[in-house]
Structure formats: structure tokens, C-alpha cells
């Protein structure tokens, strides 16, 4: 408050003013200088155009399924700037590369920073003086290496493409944190996230800020917030968010945090929805005294306008976009502007515009992406934050959990003490590939990913538990009581590093907990040596629907659940649909399984038995009190861990991108259907770049055309078909939205059937027979990946070449490709081996 009042006092002396809404203010910078900028005479900054990608993350690289289309910029320039004259001086200009990320050394005469050179393809981390003389290139390799930051201990934390993945709901590569020596060397993985990590920085405690994005099973666009961790990988913990709650800004991307001298906040952008490019958004400060998911922790700094949320209202108020904020005080940010400026600004959000680039870079030209002014930073000397020791054994493939009480934790209610025997450990194995922002066809609305079943351990009397699991293997567990059911599903991500001990409360407990302490005595998980992960008996560590759980409901639902009899209205064969087969997608939208919570973008941590395998029908359905269907224990237990991890439809990443056929007789359905069946037209419209088919695909044999419920449905029953379009008083859902009626279909006037296909012979009919007959033929000449010959995605191969998974001269149309071999055998590549011991070496 002190300095608040000096700055107010050097104003009015200056004949400044603080206006009541964050506007120009003119003086602040002098203010500043006299007050916490004291001492600070030049700022470096990075130039350049933006990504070529909307999405914050997708700033290098290229498109997966284009590598023309590059998604990093040009015009990099690394500049200097004289706070008091005003004169900027170029230290790098590369009008074919690109600067990023730049990062003052502690003794204030070294910068660290991302350079693509001109006619290269990556990033990689050099150092340069102060003065523009001594570049030095630390890092190489094909991999783009980004956001460095220096640790206490000399060492460089930085984000990297070195982890081989591709963001699961997009088509961009993924980095995650690496960290190396001062020279480049000794490059070691210290994260295990198959989805993005962003922007560390060191806080004044020596643990590390940074952003991660990250979902299981639940909505991809709202939980990419503040984690921090040790700068050897261990004790990671949520800093704020990984939850869904609102802040000022609306729900946002938070990232480029960093610590406010002298306090415990942090200053960070909160990047509207999901995220801007390049960062973009407003500037916020987080007091975490509160914990971590309390909105009101957030206190709103610069202007902002809700009706801005979203890249679209971004777009069209550049000028409000602000980027990577640094602190000097509460009360004083040295901050970018959209449009390519330099501003200094307060705590109330008021600025001055201390620079701008020259105007024939700040004015956009035809075909040419927005230059901007990224990453401003003192050139001044700072002292070093603590140095926390490693406390990592790089020679243990495994790390180790210790769960305190299973029945701990927020929306837990209800769970009787012993009654969770075991947890089921599932992995989340990355992408090598990706295709678009869908899920299909490795589920239906469920998961993004594939997951391994690792196994299970038990849980005590008292809730404990204490296992290994592998070393920096990202896992997550779903707490099974005696008959195997789900009981609590975690919809997060833990993993451990090598020889790393971590400790819990419990499930999903509140995050200001502080004590592991049992209810009393000894956890009874710690009086015995940590359990081994035990596999699930007679179920494979990836399931395959087709191969695995299909033959069960062959020989336990198909004669009654079929395309004739259509019982309950039901058809769970393994014909093919165009994208997976008639019974999946007949289970999943008709919610006999509980897949995930709200559909694919619900919010995690559900209340127990509300998700997973108590939550589903289908169980219920094969317990011999339906038609006396009943499971064997080995067939109950493969279907059941088939739920609880996430019910996929596909087991292999090559399924992406192919094996999916269009099927487009949308004047048809428009002129024949849509009078009775609302809500339809977006469905069939949008199909023509196959989005949205996954709510009828069931409707669509290609195995037996003439069997498809789009043609059988509408058909009279006295010429086969089954009558089920009836006249209707009024308007009903298509039938294919079985999710919004689980109990079945409303019906209008049954009193008459519509008739909708008298006979056979109707045009119409034979116009769609013809159109499924020639999806049939399609698939039949693409391929699936569960089909003889098949083929994978150029693309796919192109990648696993590049990781050196596949031979460099392979012709995958001459030599055939075991997909899943190949899968594992990527995955196998990326994981954590011990490190030799002096003993061994």
C-alpha cells in the first residue's frame, strides 16, 4: 500500500491522474521507475508473426494431416529497449525465422530464448549477450524446443516436442517439460503428460509454475490451469484450477504465471474459453491462500469484457488482447499489447504504451498472419530462488502411492468404510498421431484415448493403500468395491517419478488438507511392503470391442437384440456402420453404458456409482433377470473392466483417420423424415465433413444394407420392415437420439402407421439402399482397421518413420504393418528405463 500511495503521490506531482476505468495513462512508466521498476533500464522482448493456428498451443510444427501447412511464424526478431530513451536495438533479426520466449539470466547478462532459424523446420534453445554478440545454439535435433527457463541450480527447464505426441483433440504436436543442463546437455523428461505443458517459471520457493492441459475423459476445453512441481519432476501439485469454476474472466485458459516479488500471488493471462493464440488474453492476479478451485481467488486486473469470451470476440477486439505479464509489484506489470506494443501497467489496469513496432510491421498486409510484440523482460540482475536437491532415484523403473482413506474426499458421500476393496490402475497412453478434434473412432463420446489396463491393488479395511506403479507412466484409478463395480472414477492424471513416494489424503479430497494422518493408528497398507500392480484375470491390458466384447453379446443378446426381431428396439450385432458397427453405437447412445459424465465434455469428479460400471444398464441387463442372459464370471469381469475404461471402441491409434466412409442422402432425408423427426438437420447436413455422424451411425448397416434401420424403420411391416415411424401429433426427436430418451422413444398417434415406405419399390428407398450399398462398397475398399488388408493412414506411417518406430524404407502397400505391434512398440519407446547404477556400468 505504501508504494501504492508513493506512485499516486509521484502522479499528481507529474500532473497524472488514475482514472476510474482502466485507460492510457500517461506518466505511469516515470512513476514506475521511480518506484518498483527502480533500477531497471532496458527490457528485451521477442518479434514475430503469430501461429498459424487459432489454439494457444499450435505455434510450431505443422498440421498432422498437412505438413505443408506450418503453423509456426516468421519475422523473428529479438530486441532491446531503453526504458528512458526509447530506442529499441535489434539483437537477432531472421526475416525466415522466428524468436520466442526469451529469459534473463540471474546475472542479467545472458538471454535464453527459442530461435527457428530461416530454413529450418524447429526450435531449439540458444543464449546470446546482452549486447547481441555470442549466440550460442544449446539444443538440436528435430524437435522444437520451447519456453525455456533457467532454474536456481544452473540447469534449464524447458518445453519440448521431444515426447513424440500429438494433442488428442486436435491435429498439432504436443510439448511437456524437459529439463537439461546449462550447455544443452543431459536432456531429461520430467513430466508424464500425453496432452500439453506451458510456460514454467520459477517461484520464489525454487518449485516450478507452469500451465498443464490435461483431461480424462471429461471436457477437453476447460481444464488447462496452474500446476507446480520440484525442478527434478516431483511433489506435482494443482496451484489453481483443474476445475471448472468461473473467474472473473469467465472459464479460461491460465498461463505465462509468474511470482509477484514481495507476495504469494502470482500474476498469469486468462485466455477466454479455450484459449487464444499466442496466449492472448487478460491479465489477472491469484492469491492461493484460499486454495486452489476458489474463483474468488482471482482478482481481475486489466479491462475486460465478457462479450469478448471466445476466440471470435477476441478476433474482432484485438486491441484488447494483452500477453505475458510481468511483475515488478501488485501493483506494477511490465505488459504486451495486441498490435504489436509495449505497455506498462498498474493494479487497477490503467497503462501507458512505452513502445510500439515500427508501422510497416504493425500493419497487416495481405496473406500475411499479425506481427506481434511477445515475452517482455527486465535486463537486470535478480537473485536466485532456493535450490530444492533432487529427490528423485534415477535408477528405480517405479515410484510409489500412499493413499491415507479412500473414503476421504469431496463429493464422496455415502461410501461406507470398506467397502472400496481395490483400485483399478488404468494408463493413458499418447497419441503418435492425431486427426481432428473428435473422439471417433477410438470411442463414441467417451475417451480421446486408448488406455492400458496396468491392474489392480488393494485397498485395506481402514480405506489404505500402498503400491507401485511405473515411473513417469501418467495413470489414473477407479476405486472398485468387492463384486469389481466402479464406485469413484478419477478424472485426472497422477503419475510418480522414479523411486518418488507421493502421499494422499484421499479420493478427490479438498484441496486444503493438509494431514495424511489416519483416523487411527498406523495405515494398515504400510505395516506390509507395497503392493504390485496384479492384472485383471482373462482381460487383455487394451480391449478391443470387436475382438473382446462383441463375441459375448453374440452369444448372449444377438438373437433376440438383431435387425429383424429389433427387441427393445435394440439391435447389438457387429455389423459395420460407417464409422464403428451397429451394437456399439447402439449401446453407447442408448446409455446402457455410462461412459462418461454429461457426455464427452462433462465436468469431473462425479458423485459414487454415477459413472462407470455401476452406472451402466448393461450389467444390470446380463444378470440373468433379462431373459435369463447371464454373463460368466470371466465374461462379467471383461465386460466390466471394458466400462471402466471408458468403453473404446478401437485399440489401436492407426484406427484415426480412416476406415470411416460418408454417407450423404440428405435431400432425401429432408424432404421424407425431418416433417416428423425435429432436430435432425444438422445431423445429416453436417456430415459432408463427417462431424456430427456419430448420433445415427447405428441407423446405417453397411454389413447387410437392406437390414439398415434408416431403410427397416419407415418401412411398412406388412413388406418386412418395421413399421416404426407412426403418425404423430406432434414433433419427437430423431430416432437416432436414443441418449435423451433411455427409457425409449416417445410416440405421437400410433393409431396408423405413417408408412413413410409403402413398399419396397418407393424411389426414395431404392435411392437409399443404393447410397448404403456404395458406403459398403467404400469401406470394403479402405479398409478398417479390424478388416483383412488394411492399410493405415499415410499419415500415421509418416509419423511413426519419423520416431524411428518403422523403417525409413517401408512401403506399407508392399510390406504389411501389425498396427498394434507397432503401437506398442511406440509406447514401449517412450517410456522412463532406469539409469545404469555405478555397479552396473
Given at each position: 500500500?505504501?508504494?501504492?500511495?508513493?506512485i499516486?503521490?509521484?502522479?499528481a506531482?507529474a500532473?497524472?491522474?488514475?482514472?476510474?476505468?482502466?485507460?492510457?495513462?500517461?506518466g505511469?512508466?516515470q512513476a514506475f521507475?521511480?518506484?518498483p521498476?527502480e533500477?531497471v533500464?532496458?527490457?528485451?522482448?521477442?518479434v514475430?508473426?503469430?501461429?498459424?493456428?487459432w489454439h494457444?498451443?499450435?505455434?510450431?510444427?505443422?498440421?498432422?494431416?498437412?505438413?505443408?501447412h506450418?503453423?509456426?511464424?516468421?519475422?523473428?526478431?529479438?530486441?532491446r529497449l531503453?526504458l528512458?530513451?526509447?530506442?529499441?536495438t535489434t539483437?537477432l533479426?531472421?526475416?525466415?525465422g522466428a524468436?520466442r520466449?526469451?529469459?534473463?539470466?540471474?546475472?542479467?547478462?545472458?538471454?535464453?530464448?527459442?530461435?527457428?532459424k530461416?530454413?529450418?523446420e524447429?526450435?531449439n534453445l540458444?543464449?546470446?549477450?546482452t549486447?547481441g554478440?555470442g549466440?550460442?545454439q544449446?539444443t538440436?535435433?528435430p524437435?522444437?524446443?520451447?519456453?525455456?527457463?533457467?532454474?536456481p541450480?544452473?540447469?534449464?527447464m524447458?518445453?519440448s516436442?521431444?515426447?513424440k505426441?500429438?494433442?488428442?483433440?486436435?491435429?498439432?504436436?504436443?510439448a511437456?517439460l524437459?529439463?537439461?543442463?546449462?550447455e544443452?546437455?543431459n536432456i531429461?523428461?520430467v513430466?508424464?503428460?500425453v496432452?500439453?505443458?506451458?510456460?514454467?517459471?520459477v517461484?520464489?520457493?525454487g518449485?516450478v509454475?507452469?500451465t498443464r492441459?490435461?483431461?480424462?475423459?471429461r471436457?477437453?476445453?476447460?481444464?488447462?490451469h496452474?500446476?507446480?512441481f520440484?525442478?527434478?519432476?516431483?511433489?506435482v501439485?494443482?496451484y489453481f484450477?483443474?476445475?471448472p469454476?468461473p473467474?472473473p474472466?469467465?472459464?479460461?485458459l491460465?498461463i505465462d504465471?509468474?511470482?509477484?516479488?514481495g507476495s504469494?500471488?502470482?500474476?498469469?493471462i486468462?485466455?477466454?474459453?479455450h484459449?487464444?493464440?499466442?496466449?492472448?488474453?487478460?491479465v489477472?492476479?491469484?492469491?492461493p491462500s484460499t486454495g486452489?478451485?476458489?474463483?474468488?481467488?482471482?482478482?481481475?486486473?486489466?479491462?475486460?469484457?465478457?462479450?469478448?469470451?471466445?476466440?471470435?470476440?477476441?478476433?474482432?477486439e484485438w486491441?484488447?488482447?494483452w500477453?505475458?505479464p510481468?511483475?515488478?509489484?501488485?501493483d506494477?506489470f511490465?505488459?504486451?499489447?495486441?498490435?504489436g506494443?509495449?505497455?506498462?501497467?498498474d493494479g487497477q489496469?490503467?497503462?501507458?504504451?512505452?513502445?510500439?513496432?515500427p508501422?510497416d510491421?504493425?500493419?497487416?498486409?495481405?496473406g500475411?498472419r499479425?506481427i506481434?510484440?511477445?515475452?517482455p523482460?527486465?535486463?537486470?540482475?535478480?537473485?536466485r530462488?532456493?535450490?530444492?536437491p533432487d529427490r528423485?532415484?534415477?535408477?528405480?523403473?517405479?515410484?510409489?502411492?500412499?493413499?491415507c482413506?479412500?473414503?476421504?474426499?469431496?463429493?464422496?458421500?455415502g461410501?461406507k468404510p470398506?467397502?472400496?476393496e481395490?483400485?483399478l490402475?488404468?494408463?493413458?497412453l499418447?497419441k503418435?498421431?492425431?486427426?481432428?478434434?473428435l473422439?471417433?473412432p477410438?470411442s463414441?463420446?467417451?475417451?480421446?484415448f486408448?488406455?492400458?489396463i496396468?491392474g489392480t491393488?488393494?485397498?485395506?479395511?481402514?480405506?489404505?493403500a500402498?503400491?507401485?506403479i511405473?515411473a513417469?507412466?501418467?495413470?489414473?484409478f477407479v476405486?472398485?468395491?468387492?463384486?469389481?463395480?466402479?464406485?469413484?472414477r478419477m478424472q485426472?492424471?497422477t503419475?510418480?517419478m522414479?523411486?518418488e513416494?507421493?502421499?494422499?489424503?484421499?479420493?478427490?479430497?479438498?484441496?486444503?488438507s493438509?494431514?495424511a494422518a489416519?483416523?487411527s493408528?498406523?495405515?494398515?497398507a504400510?505395516r506390509?511392503a507395497?503392493?504390485?500392480?496384479?492384472?485383471?484375470?482373462?482381460?487383455p491390458?487394451i480391449?478391443?470391442?470387436?475382438?473382446?466384447?462383441?463375441?459375448i453379446?453374440?452369444?448372449h443378446?444377438?438373437?433376440?437384440?438383431?435387425a429383424e426381431?429389433?427387441?427393445?428396439?435394440?439391435?447389438l450385432?457387429g455389423d459395420r456402420?460407417?464409422w464403428?458397427?451397429?451394437?456399439?453405437v447402439?449401446l453407447?447412445w442408448?446409455?446402457?453404458?455410462?461412459?462418461?459424465?454429461n457426455?464427452a465434455?462433462?465436468?469431473?469428479?462425479?458423485?459414487?456409482?454415477k459413472?462407470?460400471?455401476s452406472?451402466?444398464?448393461l450389467l444390470?441387463t446380463l444378470?440373468?433377470?433379462?431373459h435369463?442372459a447371464?454373463?460368466?464370471d470371466?465374461?462379467?469381469?471383461?465386460v466390466?473392466?471394458w466400462?471402466?475404461a471408458s468403453?473404446?471402441?478401437?485399440s489401436t491409434?492407426?484406427?484415426?483417420?480412416?476406415g470411416?466412409v460418408?454417407?450423404r442422402?440428405?435431400e432425401?432425408?429432408?424432404?421424407?423424415?425431418?416433417?416428423?423427426?425435429e432436430?435432425?438437420?444438422?445431423?445429416?447436413q453436417?456430415?459432408?465433413d463427417m462431424?456430427?455422424l456419430g448420433?445415427w451411425?447405428?441407423a446405417l448397416?453397411?454389413s447387410?444394407p437392406?437390414?439398415?434401420?434408416?431403410l427397416?424403420?419407415p418401412?411398412?411391416k406388412?413388406?418386412?420392415g418395421?413399421g416404426?415411424?407412426?403418425?404423430?401429433?406432434?414433433?419427437?426427436?430423431?430416432i437416432w437420439e436414443?441418449q435423451r430418451?433411455?427409457?425409449?422413444l416417445?410416440?405421437?398417434?400410433?393409431?396408423?402407421?405413417?408408412?413413410?415406405?409403402?413398399?419396397?419399390?418407393?424411389?426414395d428407398?431404392?435411392?437409399?439402399?443404393?447410397?448404403l450399398r456404395?458406403?459398403a462398397?467404400?469401406l470394403?475398399?479402405?479398409?478398417r482397421f479390424d478388416m483383412?488388408?488394411f492399410v493405415?493412414?499415410?499419415?500415421?506411417?509418416?509419423?511413426l518413420k519419423?520416431?524411428g518406430?518403422?523403417?525409413a524404407?517401408?512401403?506399407?502397400k508392399?510390406?504389411?504393418?501389425?498396427?498394434?505391434?507397432?503401437?506398442e512398440?511406440?509406447?514401449?519407446?517412450l517410456?522412463?528405463r532406469p539409469?545404469?547404477?555405478a555397479?552396473?556400468?
Open positions: 500500500m505504501r508504494r501504492v500511495l508513493e499516486l503521490s509521484i502522479l506531482a500532473g497524472g491522474t488514475l482514472a476510474a476505468e482502466p485507460a492510457q495513462t500517461k505511469l512508466l521507475l521511480q518506484g521498476m533500477g533500464e532496458d527490457v528485451v522482448f521477442a514475430r508473426e503469430e501461429g498459424g493456428d494457444w498451443y499450435a505455434n510450431f510444427g505443422y498440421w498432422s494431416s498437412n505438413p505443408a506450418k503453423l509456426y511464424g516468421r519475422f523473428g526478431r529479438l530486441c531503453n528512458r530513451s526509447g530506442k529499441a539483437l533479426d531472421d526475416p525466415q524468436v520466449d526469451p529469459f534473463v539470466h540471474y546475472d542479467g547478462k545472458t538471454i535464453l530464448f527459442s530461435y527457428r530461416g530454413g529450418s524447429y526450435y540458444y543464449t546470446i549477450n549486447d554478440t549466440l550460442k544449446l538440436r535435433g524437435w522444437d524446443d520451447i519456453e525455456p527457463c533457467y532454474l541450480d544452473g540447469d534449464i524447458f518445453c516436442s521431444r515426447c505426441r500429438w494433442v488428442p483433440c486436435m491435429a498439432s504436436q504436443v511437456i524437459y529439463r537439461c543442463g546449462p544443452g546437455r531429461r523428461c513430466s508424464s503428460n496432452e500439453q505443458d506451458n510456460a514454467p517459471w517461484l520464489s520457493d518449485r509454475i507452469y492441459w490435461e483431461y480424462v475423459d471436457d477437453q476445453t476447460s481444464y488447462h496452474l500446476w507446480t520440484n525442478p527434478d519432476g516431483t511433489g501439485m494443482v484450477g483443474n476445475t469454476s473467474t474472466f469467465g472459464t479460461s491460465v504465471a509468474k511470482p509477484v516479488p504469494d500471488k502470482v500474476v498469469a486468462f485466455s477466454p474459453g484459449g487464444a493464440s499466442e496466449h492472448a488474453g487478460a489477472g492476479l491469484i492469491d486452489p478451485d476458489n474463483p474468488r481467488a482471482v482478482r481481475r486486473v486489466s479491462n475486460h469484457d465478457p462479450a469478448m469470451d471466445g476466440p471470435k470476440g477476441w478476433a474482432k486491441s484488447q488482447r500477453f505475458d510481468y511483475p515488478f509489484s501488485e506494477c511490465l505488459v504486451a499489447r495486441a498490435g506494443t509495449l505497455c506498462v501497467m489496469g490503467n497503462f501507458e504504451t512505452i513502445y510500439a513496432l508501422e510491421l504493425r500493419t497487416l498486409q495481405k500475411r499479425p506481434t510484440l511477445q515475452e523482460r527486465p535486463l537486470v540482475a535478480r537473485p530462488e532456493p535450490v530444492i528423485a532415484d534415477w535408477t528405480s523403473p517405479t515410484g510409489r502411492f500412499v493413499l482413506d479412500v473414503t476421504r474426499g469431496r463429493d464422496s458421500a461410501i470398506g467397502e472400496i481395490k483400485l490402475v488404468l494408463e493413458l499418447p503418435p498421431w492425431n486427426v481432428s478434434g473422439m471417433e477410438i463414441a463420446h467417451s475417451s480421446y486408448i488406455h492400458r496396468l491393488v488393494p485397498v485395506e479395511a481402514d480405506g489404505s500402498d503400491f507401485e511405473p513417469l507412466r501418467p495413470v489414473f476405486a472398485l468395491d468387492g463384486k469389481g463395480m466402479a464406485v469413484k485426472s492424471f503419475s510418480v522414479p523411486g513416494v507421493v502421499g494422499c489424503v484421499g479420493c478427490h479430497e479438498a484441496r486444503t493438509t494431514s489416519p483416523r493408528g498406523t495405515l494398515q504400510t506390509r507395497p503392493s504390485r500392480l496384479t492384472p485383471v484375470p482373462g482381460v491390458e480391449i478391443d470391442y470387436g475382438r473382446d466384447v462383441q463375441p453379446l453374440d452369444r443378446c444377438v438373437k433376440c437384440h438383431n426381431k429389433f427387441a427393445g428396439e435394440l439391435d450385432s456402420t460407417p464403428f458397427t451397429v451394437g456399439y447402439s453407447m442408448k446409455n446402457y453404458v455410462s461412459h462418461s459424465h457426455g465434455n462433462g465436468s469431473g469428479n462425479v458423485a459414487p456409482r459413472l462407470g460400471s452406472a451402466s444398464p444390470r444378470d440373468g433377470s433379462h435369463d447371464r454373463l460368466s470371466a465374461e462379467r469381469t471383461l466390466r473392466t466400462i471402466d468403453a473404446p471402441f478401437a491409434y492407426a484406427s484415426l483417420g480412416s470411416m460418408q454417407f442422402p440428405t432425401i432425408v429432408r424432404r421424407r423424415c425431418l416433417s416428423c423427426h432436430g435432425g438437420t444438422d445431423v445429416w453436417t456430415t459432408g462431424f456430427g448420433r451411425d447405428y448397416n453397411l447387410h437392406e437390414k439398415a434401420l434408416i427397416r424403420a418401412l411398412a406388412e413388406m418386412g418395421l416404426l415411424c407412426q403418425n404423430r401429433k406432434n414433433k419427437h426427436p430423431a436414443f430418451y433411455p427409457e425409449g416417445p410416440r405421437g398417434d400410433r393409431s396408423a402407421p405413417a408408412n413413410v415406405f409403402k413398399d419396397t419399390r418407393d424411389p428407398y431404392q435411392a437409399l439402399l443404393a447410397e456404395k458406403a462398397a467404400e470394403d475398399k479402405i479398409k483383412p488388408g493405415p493412414h499415410e499419415h500415421y506411417v509418416r509419423e519419423r520416431f518406430i518403422l523403417p524404407d517401408l512401403d506399407p508392399k510390406t504389411p504393418i501389425d498396427v498394434h505391434e507397432t503401437d512398440k511406440y509406447w514401449q519407446s517410456y522412463y539409469e545404469p547404477t555397479a552396473s556400468r
